[in-house]
């Protein structure tokens, strides 16, 4: 089966860094995604990973470890908009279930004054 | 850019009747995904499609639970007859063949009383 991990909750402080941690355990590896959720609302994109190291856009970065099986998403300067819940999602194999997604349950964030 | 456009929004009915939700992928995308949303199970992917023909729907939870795909511009997620327990939110998600990341419609938030 799939595994996937994430702390449920946690808060941080407006212009700090916060960062979350996901690991995995997945029949295969082919990818590592994070979404954004903000509540009621659909999740977006905001990072991929397929190799081992460090990704870099704007106030987040996202980093993967294939051979641990982790990642971390990593958000700066914090903003009170960046309360949201933060999902990993991992392409699990090649062949033909590589076509989907499996996601954690998510962390929710929340960014205090 | 017309996103994934899902409806109705919001769906509250009583248990035993039959429950239909739309889905409109983005124009050109090759695979349809359905998700369910619930706090304690988080994403699960219910059902996707490619080029309009059900691959795999290891995830739908019983046979109450169908969706087809006429044609590339349409699916539909039917529930008969509802349960409380079918309570969530369903996602549809769209994307390209070889090209990520999904993109999420908005949701279908589903009550049954």
């Known amino acids: 089966g799939q595994n996937i991990d994430q702390p449920t909750e946690m808060t941080a402080t407006e212009g700090a860094i916060v960062q979350i941690n996901c690991t995995y355990q997945?029949?295969?590896?082919?990818?590592l995604f994070w979404y954004q959720q903000h509540a009621g609302e659909a999740p977006t994109f905001l990072s991929y990973?397929?190799?081992?190291g460090l990704e870099e856009k704007g106030r987040f970065s996202s980093f993967l470890s294939r051979s641990k099986g982790y990642s971390y998403l990593l958000l700066k300067e914090l903003q009170m908009k960046d309360s949201a819940s933060y999902l990993c999602?991992?392409?699990?194999?090649?062949?033909?279930?590589?076509?989907?997604?499996?996601f954690g349950k998510g962390t929710k964030l929340s960014v205090i004054p | 850019d017309a996103g994934v456009i899902q409806s109705p929004r919001h769906e509250v009915t009583e248990m035993g009747q039959e429950v239909t939700l739309r889905c409109k992928p983005i124009s050109g995308h090759d695979y349809l995904f359905w998700y369910r949303q619930t706090m304690m199970r988080g994403l699960e992917l219910l059902i996707y499609?490619?080029?309009?023909?059900?691959?795999?729907d290891s995830g739908m939870p019983e046979d109450r639970f169908s969706a087809k795909m006429p044609n590339a511009s349409f699916s539909t997620l039917k529930i008969q007859p509802s349960e409380p327990r079918d309570s969530a939110v369903y996602f549809c998600?769209?994307?390209?063949?070889?090209?990520?990341?999904?993109?999420f419609g908005d949701g279908t938030r589903l009550s049954i009383l």
């Open positions: 499609f490619n080029n309009n023909v059900p691959i795999d």
């Open positions: 997945t029949s295969g590896f082919n990818g």
């Open positions: 999602a991992v392409i699990p194999r090649s062949g033909a279930g590589s076509y989907q997604l499996t």
């Open positions: 998600a769209s994307r390209l063949d070889g090209g990520w990341p999904q993109h």
């Open positions: 990973n397929v190799l081992d």
